[in-house]
T-cell receptor, first 116, second 112 residues
Framework: GAVVSQHPSRVICKSGTSVKIECRSL??????MFWYRQFPKQSLMLMAT?????????EQGVEKDKFLINHASLTLSTLTVTSAHPEDSSFYIC????????????FGPGTRLTVT | ELKVEQNPLFLSMQEGKNYTIYCNYS?????LYWYRQDPGKSLESLFV?????AVKQEGRLMASLDTKARLSTLHITAAVHDLSATYFC????????????FGTGTRLAVRP
């Protein structure tokens, strides 16, 4: 089956620093990738939709300047949390759709971000 | 705006018993998905339901879809401890492109 990887799996950073999270589709091309955030014991909330070669589309309430998304190729999207604060601590999950079919989104293993 | 509600939010059940999780959504949808999430992990895809009356089964789990009622169910048969996890439904709305809207999640605990 289709595999999506994320790196790093866990990151601890100090308040005010920036953190980059990578999302890769390993065995398929993904024209669209999605970034979700999940707080403890809550559901997944879509942050933004990332399209290869174009600007990301952010959901209402998500700060574009704080969460920078780059989809540089058909297999890689990155999320950079800039000037991170403790309230940004969360589980970040990406997903990708195979350009050849629209049926499923394939989810990455997630990145646990802790801001101290 | 598409809304997806699940109930119950938390379910504690004995091994061997049956139970159903419900997923209601507010607008017409192309597809409905069920996922499982273990603590600290990402999502595992369980089922994709595409049409009215669709029913899919895998082991002790069976999912169905009624698009007219905008309702999907996930039925658990003869629960075992290994099924303890959080279950999410998600809907791909007709007007939302490829975006998924997730339900609130149902945390299932199966006890001996």
């Amino acid at each position: 089956g289709a595999v999506v990887s994320q790196h790093p799996s866990r990151v601890i950073c100090k308040s005010g620093t920036s953190v980059k999270i990578e999302c890769r589709s390993l065995d398929f091309q993904a024209t669209t990738m999605f970034w979700y955030r999940q707080f403890p014991k809550q559901s997944l909330m879509l942050m933004a939709t990332s399209n290869e070669g174009s600007k990301a589309t952010y959901e209402q309430g998500v700060e574009k300047d704080k969460f920078l998304i780059n989809h540089a190729s058909l297999t890689l999207s990155t999320l950079t949390v800039t000037s991170a604060h403790p309230e940004d601590s969360s589980f970040y999950i990406c997903s990708a759709r195979d350009r050849g079919q629209r049926l499923e989104q394939y989810f990455g293993p997630g990145t646990r971000l802790t801001v101290t | 705006e598409l809304k997806v509600e699940q109930n119950p939010l938390f379910l504690s059940m004995q091994e061997g018993k049956n139970y159903t999780i419900y997923c209601n959504y507010s607008t017409t949808s192309d597809r409905l998905y069920w996922y499982r999430q273990d603590p600290g992990k990402s999502l595992e895809s369980l089922f994709v339901l595409l049409s009215n009356g669709a029913v899919k089964q895998e082991g002790r789990l069976m999912a169905s879809l009624d698009t007219k009622a905008r309702l999907s169910t996930l039925h658990i048969t003869a629960a075992v401890h290994d099924l303890s996890a959080t279950y999410f439904c998600a809907v791909d709305g007709k007007s939302s492109g490829d975006k998924l809207t997730f339900g609130t999640g149902t945390r299932l605990a199966v006890r001996p």
